[in-house]
């Protein structure tokens, strides 16, 4: 399948919309995204909407608990709150639940924001577009 995007590559810092991958993490204590959340050091559930960014758009914090509009191929979208980074530089440590380090376009969602967008999450990375709400 095809997916077609209205705009393209934005580099590290979005002016508009984004194209990136969503894939899924598990916010919970003891799931795969590895320690607390960055933004608040805190673990969270999966039936919230939320998000870790890669490095270069989580921007050093700037994004933390801010919202952003996520909108997938099949049309449908969802606001979701950013309170990780999925780092780009790092991995393969404890901190890190032993993962690889993220592709720098990735937004990490939650089951929450992959069911609100009526995605389904066995098939692990899907393209998608976001931009700050």
Same mark, same amino acid.
């Given at each position: 399948?095809? $997916? @077609?995007?209205?705009?393209?590559?934005?580099?590290? %810092?979005?002016? %508009?919309?984004? @194209?990136?991958?969503?894939?899924?993490? &598990?916010?919970?204590?003891?799931?795969?995204?590895?320690?607390?959340? %960055?933004?608040?050091?805190?673990? $969270?559930?999966?039936?919230? @909407?939320?998000?870790?960014?890669?490095?270069?758009?989580?921007?050093?914090?700037?994004?933390?608990?801010?919202?952003? @509009?996520?909108?997938? !191929?099949?049309?449908?979208?969802?606001?979701?709150?950013?309170? &990780?980074?999925?780092? %780009?530089?790092?991995?393969?440590?404890?901190?890190?639940?032993?993962?690889?380090?993220?592709?720098?376009?990735?937004?990490?969602?939650?089951?929450?924001?992959?069911? !609100?967008?009526?995605?389904?999450?066995?098939?692990?990375?899907?393209?998608?577009?976001?931009?700050?709400?």
């Amino acid at each position: 399948m095809t $997916h @077609r995007f209205l705009t393209s590559w934005c580099g590290c %810092s979005p002016q %508009s919309q984004c @194209r990136a991958i969503l894939t899924n993490n &598990d916010f919970s204590e003891g799931g795969d995204g590895g320690g607390a959340s %960055s933004c608040d050091g805190k673990f $969270h559930s999966n039936s919230e @909407r939320i998000v870790a960014l890669s490095t270069g758009w989580f921007s050093g914090g700037s994004r933390c608990n801010k919202l952003i @509009r996520i909108t997938a !191929a099949n049309g449908r979208s969802t606001m979701a709150k950013v309170v &990780d980074e999925c780092d %780009s530089l790092h991995g393969c440590d404890a901190e890190d639940a032993f993962q690889p380090p993220c592709k720098n376009n990735i937004v990490d969602g939650s089951n929450a924001v992959w069911n !609100a967008l009526g995605l389904n999450i066995d098939d692990g990375e899907v393209p998608v577009t976001w931009t700050m709400a």
